[in-house]
């Protein structure tokens, strides 16, 4: 199964250049821990993302919650992932039709095709989330970069809607047709989610002390989502972000998330 290989290995399997570049990051910087750096001010993050950024290979962020967003933001952010080798996932789980989702994608205040190596989608809409998101990547967008998406085929709270027939046909966008160059992973808790070694497996709902939060959220550890649940990158927010030292609490994840991978393609 896919879960035994090792991410080198994966990433020669990978259709989307992002999943390639990802599994090969992962490998080399030894981490599969993803930051989701759910903070209101940027000053913030951007502090946040140069302490942990040494531990991460996925910064992830929700642009709509930052109460002084400008432009420069973007900038000093693409400049942290460059200086400390990770990536930008912007979590906005478009779910529109094609002709939004490009809009939305490309244009607005944020501009999120310019800076966002990654972008979270439903697969409500079906296979269109993905045509029109390309459609939304302009020329001068791309600065030679490529760009890939993260289905999302289940989510971590109580009582979401998503039932394992819904679950399989957000797997099926993900790994057959046209657009699938474009699909780097799927967001999901568990690893019959999909087969296809050639996708990233991201899992958020990440926290050692605590099983759920007062908001429907559920957490799992590092271990149980790595090596029960499939999780090839796990998602940490909370866990991190309350912590008395950031930079400790995101060493220690990455410590415990890395080495339950190690012991999972060993075993
Ligand atoms: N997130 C989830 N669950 C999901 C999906 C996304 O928690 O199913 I899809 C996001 C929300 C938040 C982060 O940005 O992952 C988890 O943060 P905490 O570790 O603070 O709960």
Redesign the pocket.
């Known amino acids: 199964s896919r879960t035994k290989l090792s991410f080198e290995h994966r990433a020669t399997l990978a259709k989307s250049e992002l999943a390639k570049q990802l599994f090969l990051l992962m490998a080399s910087k030894k981490t599969n821990l993803c930051l989701?750096a759910?903070l209101t001010q940027s000053e913030e993050i951007l502090n946040i993302a140069d302490v942990c950024g040494p531990y991460i290979c996925v910064l992830?962020t929700?642009i709509d919650i930052v109460e002084d967003f400008n432009d420069s933001f973007p900038t000093k952010l693409r400049a942290l992932a460059d200086k400390h080798n990770f990536l930008i996932m912007e979590?906005r789980?478009f779910a529109d039709i094609g002709n939004t989702v490009s809009l939305q994608y490309g244009k607005g205040i944020y501009k999120v095709a310019n800076w966002a190596d990654l972008v979270?989608a439903h697969a409500l809409s079906g296979r269109s989330i993905l045509q029109g998101l390309k459609a939304g990547i302009t020329e001068n967008a791309l600065d030679g970069r490529k760009r890939g998406v993260f289905l999302?085929a289940?989510?971590?709270?109580s009582g979401s809607l998503i039932d394992a027939k819904y679950s399989e046909a957000a797997s099926k966008i993900a790994t057959e047709g046209g657009d699938i160059d474009f699909v780097a992973g799927i967001?999901c808790q568990s690893a019959k989610c999909f087969h296809f070694p050639g996708l990233v497996q991201l899992t958020?709902?990440?926290?050692i002390d605590d099983t759920v939060?007062q908001l429907g959220?559920q957490y799992q550890t590092p271990e149980h989502v790595v090596q029960v649940r499939g999780a090839d990158i796990g998602?940490?927010?909370?866990?991190i972000?309350q912590a008395k030292s950031v930079e400790k609490a995101a060493a220690l994840y990455r410590d415990r998330l890395w080495a339950a991978y190690t012991d999972r393609i060993a075993k």
């Open positions: 989701a759910d992830k929700h979590d789980k979270t999302l289940e989510l971590s709270n967001v958020p709902g990440v926290k939060d959220q998602v940490v927010g909370r866990g972000l």
